[in-house]
């Protein structure tokens, strides 16, 4: 009886996270349906091949006669996409926002490049699995606060652990650049803005830190420092640095920090006003992993409609952009960023260039692309297809999702609870 | 011993102005006041009657005679002041000169204080009327000096702390006099304002509808205590009755704060005298409309450094805007006949005052009206018009002499007498010693220069082309002048002194050596060319007045240069959501006149009408956000208490957010405005229509059914912030609505029965609930509670109109329906609680699919402009089909705030409130391309290039003049960022 009433207990309480699907063992054949490469190209009708997790073949469906497979899916009339991609995410780090218990984000200190996102990563978050419907299927963990917050990991969104979801582990170092101007007051006697007297010396700070890295990396030392330890990987480019920033002063001397540390890979993270500052972006070969598409303008005077249009202002000046979603309710958000490139799309950005601001540009700044970001041939069989566009919440709507080649669950505990009460009204 | 001392010194400083009947100790008596006249002046005896070479005539601080045509008794002090201007001295209302203020202000506690500290007095500590501040009084003459020195003499003094904040005296800037002498009228006002004291920690009110509410209690409250009802005492009340008829005060401040101040005046009978802010030409019509007058002060901001570009980006355009419009307020306030006076009360130095009145004079400000508004009209409101504010015979001696014109930038106040007391601030008559001499001493000659400001002199000693360096000390008739020698190895100095003669200067000399002899130094003829042409530089330098930036409905950026009006408007050829059985009509034609549909249907010809091509468009009715926070301001939320029935958003609607016309751009042409959540029965609604640039007034939909919001859950019982509050949990939260409609039901019978009743605006509330006038709208998030209020409400044989958030309304859906309840949803929200957990997005579709009536909310100035995208996500989660789903956002939510005979759907007769979308409003690809409400388009995409033009024009212009006014040295202040609070159901803060 006690037993009986754990497991209840266990059930109720503890969300129900879907069983990873396991490693692809029969071959899928998927026909007929619309393939968004997500390099800016359609296939029409494609026909898309699945072998061990790969994508074997992808081509045109009428130019080519398929071999026999074990699993044949009809897609003729769907819609077919590359799995979405989540940087900068704290997805599975915090369950619920008002519970403290719950919240593992962020670190004491300044500079922790030690701190790694990837062991707090709860694969079985209810938030986790609730993203997948709406085609997110990779998320780059990634932790917060101090001047450097910690490293990130990418992981795959089905997994029965951290362990088992990676994909690019420790794939970058967060760095929240000072802010140029600082304020007095409150928001209701707003005491005035002035230049942020330690600009300099934070800005000095973070470039002494770089400095003693490099050296300590150079050194044969006998005892570990930890905090530079994180740093190492970061003058091989194995590990990129993100630097958090909007302002335009911050992303200028950002890029400046780039080219006199000469870190190979750098991406700016928010970039508001990194359109104010694209030719300098494109000429240092610096990404940016733009703020929040659905959010209101930070200035009263600024275009009201400016975070709807600054991807494309971005992208046309040749800028590699990808979304995120860092800020409030972020988690939860996480499965709305089809909709941010679609809201994009909306204000004047080519449709299938949208699309890539959310697969294959960001699998560039996040360097997964060799396998994700795109349907082709070689790549990770990491897909899904949706009945209609699924940039648009009204045809979004998910049957198959498979992500290396496994066909994951699409339910969760949103949907076991919809059955649940439709089934009880059903049966009154 | 020391105590003898001290009382000894007490008396004696007593003793000096002792009042007649008062024994002295310390000499004797003395009665004898001379005749002082002051002659050949120009005499302002008021704002309108000037009189040149005029004599005034006053004996024992009081006027005896003024005119041209005065006999001067013999004997009689004169003083001539020929050249120079006289006026009546200065009064300001509203001061806090010579307040003894507390020094112990309370910490701040971790743990809220609901309940009051004072025993025998309100149940609210903000509430001081018993307080006075002729009791509390500590004359300080630097400060009544610094008065004194840009022309007041009398002032109006009151401690501005709590929302009563007592009695304030009227008293002169006399350091001659003692109290005795000074105070005029010892309780001449009772002081009102919106803000808590800053001596008491008692919770409530924590928001300005708080404030207002408590305000108009006490008003009910005074008048049934004076019945004799009460059985307790409330000192605090019996002192507001008695000062019933002193004159009011309300320290309003903001343009609309002094809207809001008129209103409750209004409701009682009672004209506030209003303290404004300096930005009522930004709503210049409503000010008019008070009827009020007004006390304005100048208070200018200083140039922003817009020196650093990112700063500079921070500062909005309304700020720099608001740099060049307010030093214009006062001549556009004129210009309307507003009646006002002025106030020193914002200036920071006292000296910025009279600097900025001459600057609103030089913009345009009538001299006689800023007379006025110094003098007689403050005279004439405190009733003392016969002793202040002119200089006609029996008035006080209270008067400033002037170099000149007093708004002339270059005068100088001479002197300032209060009550025939003299006070020399800068000295009359001086004898200009300027000019080149011969000085010549111990034998030897030198030429001497002296130069410079009259005050400030300079002088110059040289001899065969070596200058001396000299110091030059004059104070009238003694010159005092320190030369060095020449000596090169050690300092050596001259020391000279003497007085002023006819045209030369002497005295004696102490030489270097230390022995005396006499030196002279004679005038030598004065080139008049070099003084001209010193005035003519001046000239050149006369402030130019710049052009006014027009003021904009609303006056910040988006603004519209006329407030938008209502056009006849045909849209042709549209793809129209009827959101009735029509459903959706292809290629039809929609005619909108005075502010109505009044057409739908094919091939619609009006001649008179603007003609909008919707080919390929969709036409909706506008976006009802059912749960909306922007447009409030100053609190969402009244959590001081754990009912606030009594407060009403209403009285904040901020006409002038700029999220409004962000709305407008999501297509959303009415919100209703609710209270936030932080306890079980909150506040009043608003519902607005989102007419930008009108009024808050204009913007509330008058004749729409009345709301309220009430709350469940975690924010209610404080599980996230603050604690000590009944109840912590779910039990309590029933208990309390028990309560609240308990004493609900007795006050109505009491009311019926007892014609002495406390009139207690809360519980008029609960009953209007009780009797179906009044509806509630619910925050709820488990199905526990939401089932809890719902039987509850049964229990008082009413029910529940709404349930918003409902976030677990999937899981009793078929009870809401059995209830007759809505349910106004997020579309996905979830996870940012534990009260959410169980939250899903296909709760509208199972809600709706029980038959409960459905809507998507906002509760977020961000989400609000994507309600359209909200309500797709029903289409998504549950298939909910896309006619339905649109409903969610238009015609539900009317039906849920029962305008839907006005609003929600696209029929003849409904109000024109209407949006073309680029694309099916649905899709994630739809552009809300132009806004209508009431017949008026309040946002247009079209128009946005141009606009975002004009708004970077005007920046630029504006930056340029700012560093401009840098570049001259004018004072400058840091960029200010403007903050824009967004405000959701759970924000709550210190007021």
């Known amino acids: 009886m006690k037993k009986y009433i754990f497991l209840l207990l266990l059930t109720t309480i503890a969300f129900g996270q879907q069983t990873p699907a396991s490693k692809q063992t029969k071959s899928i054949l998927i026909l007929g349906g619309r393939a968004h490469v997500g390099n800016g190209t359609v296939i029409e009708n494609s026909l898309i091949s699945i072998k061990d997790g790969k994508i074997a073949i992808i081509g045109d469906g009428t130019l080519m006669k398929p071999a026999k497979h074990d699993i044949v899916i009809n897609a003729s009339g769907k819609e077919i996409y590359p799995g979405f991609i989540a940087p900068n995410t704290t997805l599975g780090l915090v369950e619920i926002d008002a519970v403290k218990a719950t919240d593992d984000e962020s670190e004491l200190g300044e500079m922790n490049p030690h701190i790694r996102s990837i062991i707090a990563y709860n694969a079985e978050s209810g938030l986790v699995e609730v993203a997948r419907p709406n085609g997110v299927l990779l998320a780059q963990i990634t932790p917060r606060g101090g001047r450097i917050s910690g490293t990130s990991s990418i992981v795959q969104l089905d997994a029965w652990n951290w362990e088992d979801a990676i994909i690019k582990e420790n794939d970058g170092i967060h760095l929240n650049w000072p802010r140029s101007y600082s304020r007095a007051g409150w928001w209701a006697e707003p005491g005035g803005i002035q230049p942020n007297k330690k600009y300099d010396e934070q800005t000095t700070e973070i470039q002494d830190f770089f400095n003693n890295a490099k050296a300590y990396a150079a050194s044969k030392v006998s005892v570990k420092d930890i905090p530079y330890e994180g740093m190492k990987g970061i003058e091989s480019g194995d590990k990129q640095v993100f630097i958090h920033a909007d302002g335009e002063k911050e992303i200028i001397d950002a890029i400046l920090f780039k080219k006199k540390n000469n870190i190979k890979k750098m991406t700016i993270v928010g970039g508001y006003y990194a359109y104010k500052n694209a030719a300098l972006l494109v000429e240092n070969n610096v990404s940016v992993l733009l703020r929040r598409v659905h959010d209101l303008p930070i200035l009263e005077d600024e275009d009201v409609n400016l975070p709807f249009k600054n991807a494309k202002l971005l992208t046309d000046a040749g800028v590699l952009v990808g979304l995120q979603n860092e800020g409030d309710m972020e988690r939860m958000q996480a499965r709305n960023l089809p909709f941010y490139a679609g809201t994009c799309a909306a204000w004047g950005m080519d449709r299938e260039k949208a699309l890539q601001l959310i697969t294959s540009n960001s699998a560039k700044i996040l360097g997964i692309d060799a396998n994700y970001g795109t349907l082709e041939t070689g790549k990770s069989a990491t897909l899904f297809i949706s009945d209609g566009d699924a940039l648009d919440m009204k045809t979004n709507k998910i049957s198959t999702a498979l992500i290396d080649g496994r066909q994951i669950s699409l339910e969760s505990h949103q949907t076991e609870l919809y059955e649940r009460y439709k089934e009880k009204f059903e049966n009154k | ?991």
């Not at chain 2, 025993?119 to 018993?130: A, L, P, R, S, V």
């Not at chain 2, 002793?387 to 300032?416: M, P, Q, Y």
């Open chain 2, 1 to 991: 011993m020391r105590l003898i001392k001290f009382l000894f010194l007490f008396c004696f400083t007593i003793a000096v102005q002792a009042q007649d009947y008062f024994p002295k100790n310390d000499g004797v008596k003395q009665s004898f006041k001379n005749h002082v006249a002051i002659t050949n002046a120009t005499i302002y005896v008021s704002s309108t009657q000037k009189l040149e070479k005029a004599t005034l005539l006053f004996k024992d601080g009081k006027i005896l005679e003024v005119g041209t045509k005065v006999s001067i008794p013999k004997n009689a002090t004169i003083i001539d002041a020929t050249g120079k201007t006289i006026y009546a001295s200065f009064i300001d209302v509203f001061s806090e000169f010579g307040i003894q203020k507390p020094t112990d202000r309370p910490e701040r506690g971790s743990s809220a204080q609901y309940d009051s500290s004072r025993e025998g007095y309100y149940w609210n500590d903000h509430i001081k009327t018993d307080y006075n501040a002729f009791e509390n009084l500590n004359y300080e003459n630097k400060s009544a000096e610094k008065l004194r020195a840009i022309g007041f003499g009398t002032v109006l003094s009151h401690f501005n702390d709590g929302v009563i904040a007592g009695t304030g005296l009227l008293w002169t800037l006399n350091d001659e006099g003692n109290n005795a002498t000074r105070i005029l009228n010892n309780k001449i006002s009772q002081h009102f304002t919106f803000s808590r004291s800053k001596f008491s920690r008692q919770s409530y009110p924590s928001s300005l509808m708080g404030s207002m509410a408590l305000i108009r209690q006490v008003y009910h409250d005074g008048k049934w205590y004076a019945t004799g009802a009460s059985k307790t005492k409330d000192l605090a009340l019996e002192s507001f009755n008695a000062n019933k008829n002193l004159i009011q005060i309300f320290n309003a401040g903001d343009k609309l704060n002094s809207l809001r101040a008129n209103k409750i005046g209004k409701e009682f009978g009672v004209n506030y005298l209003i303290k404004g802010d300096g930005n009522e030409f930004e709503k210049i019509n409503e000010i008019k409309n008070t009827g009020a007058t007004y006390i304005i002060p100048l208070d200018f901001p200083d140039a922003y450094d817009v020196s650093d570009p990112y700063l500079a980006q921070q500062v909005s355009l309304s700020d720099m805007k608001f740099w060049n419009q307010a030093p214009f307020n006062l001549k556009i306030l004129a210009d309307n006949n507003i009646p006002f006076v002025l106030t020193t009360y914002d200036n920071k130095d006292a000296k910025d005052f009279l600097q900025n009145l001459r600057k609103a004079v030089l913009y345009g400000f009538p001299k006689e009206k800023a007379i006025a508004a110094l003098t007689e009209t403050p005279a004439k409101l405190m009733n003392q018009s016969n002793t202040l504010g002119s200089l006609k015979k029996g008035a006080l001696a209270n008067f400033i002499i002037v170099s000149g014109d007093i708004f002339d930038k270059d005068s100088k106040i001479h002197e300032n007498w209060v009550q025939g007391n003299r006070n020399i601030l800068d000295k009359m008559n001086v004898e200009d010693i300027r000019g080149e001499y011969n000085l010549v001493f111990d034998n030897k000659s030198f030429d001497l220069k002296i130069s410079g400001e009259l005050e400030k002199l300079e002088a110059k000693t040289s001899k065969d082309s070596i200058d001396y360096g000299t110091k030059l000390n004059y104070s009238e008739p003694w010159v005092n002048l320190v030369v060095k020698t020449n000596d090169s190895i050690k300092s050596a100095y001259y020391r000279l002194t003497g007085t002023k003669n006819l045209n030369y200067l002497e005295g004696k000399v102490v030489l270097e050596n230390g022995q005396e002899t006499s030196w002279k130094a004679t005038k030598k003829e004065v080139t008049e060319k070099s003084k001209d042409k010193k005035k003519e530089d001046k000239k050149d330098e006369e402030p130019k007045v710049p052009i006014m930036v027009p003021v904009t409905f609303p006056n910040l950026a988006y603004g519209n240069e006329n407030k938008p009006k209502q056009e006849t408007l045909l849209f042709k050829n549209a793809t129209v959501w009827t959101g009735e059985k029509e459903g959706i009509l292809k290629e039809t034609d929609v005619l909108i006149e005075n502010g109505k549909i009044v057409r739908i249907g094919k091939n619609i010809s009006a001649t008179n009408a603007k003609k909008i091509d919707a080919t390929g468009k969709h036409l909706t009715a506008g976006i009802i956000d059912e749960h909306s926070h922007i447009a409030i301001s100053n609190g969402v939320n009244e959590g001081g208490q754990n009912s606030s029935a009594e407060v009403t958003i209403e009285d904040v609607v901020n006409s002038d957010d700029i999220n409004i016309y962000r709305n407008l751009a999501g297509g959303v042409t009415s919100s209703n405005l609710l209270h936030g959540s932080a306890n079980p029965i909150g506040g009043r609604a608003a519902f607005i229509k989102l007419k930008w640039g009108y009024s808050p007034d204009e913007m509330i939909v008058k004749d729409a059914p009345k709301y309220i919001k009430f709350a469940l859950g975690e924010n209610v019982k404080q599980s996230n912030w603050g604690s000590g509050r009944f109840p912590q949990s779910r039990m309590g939260v029933e208990q309390v609505y028990e309560d609240y409609f308990t004493r609900a039901l007795e006050y109505k019978k009491e009311k019926a029965s007892n014609s002495k009743y406390r009139y207690d605006i809360e519980m008029e509330v609960l009953n209007e609930i009780i009797s179906k006038k009044r509806f509630i709208t619910c925050h709820s998030y488990v199905q526990s509670e939401i089932n809890m209020l719902m039987k509850l409400a049964e229990r008082y044989n009413f029910k529940i109109q709404t349930f918003t958030h409902i976030l677990e309304g999937y899981k009793l859906a078929d009870k809401m329906a059995e209830h007759g309840v809505g349910g106004s949803t997020f579309a996905d929200w979830w996870a940012y609680k534990y009260e959410v957990n169980d939250a899903i997005p296909y709760n509208a579709a199972l809600m709706q699919s029980q038959g409960v009536m459905v809507s998507i909310n906002s509760d977020d100035a961000e989400m609000s402009r994507r309600l359209n995208q909200e309500a797709a996500k029903a289409v998504k989660y549950g298939n909910v089909p896309e006619e339905q789903a649109w409903n969610f956002v238009t015609l539900n939510p009317a039906k849920l705030l029962q305008v839907d005979n006005k609003v929600g759907s696209i029929k003849v007769g409904k109000d024109a409130d209407v949006v073309l979308w680029s694309d099916n409003p649905l899709s994630i690809y739809a552009k809300a391309e132009k806004t209508i409400v009431d017949g008026t388009i309040f946002y247009d995409l079209e128009k946005e290039t141009a606009t975002l033009d004009v708004i970077q024009k005007q920046r630029s212009e504006l930056i340029n003049n700012l560093l401009e006014a840098k570049n001259k040295g004018l004072k400058t202040q840091a960029p200010k960022k403007k903050e824009v609070k967004h405000y959701h159901c759970d924000t709550v803060e210190e007021f």
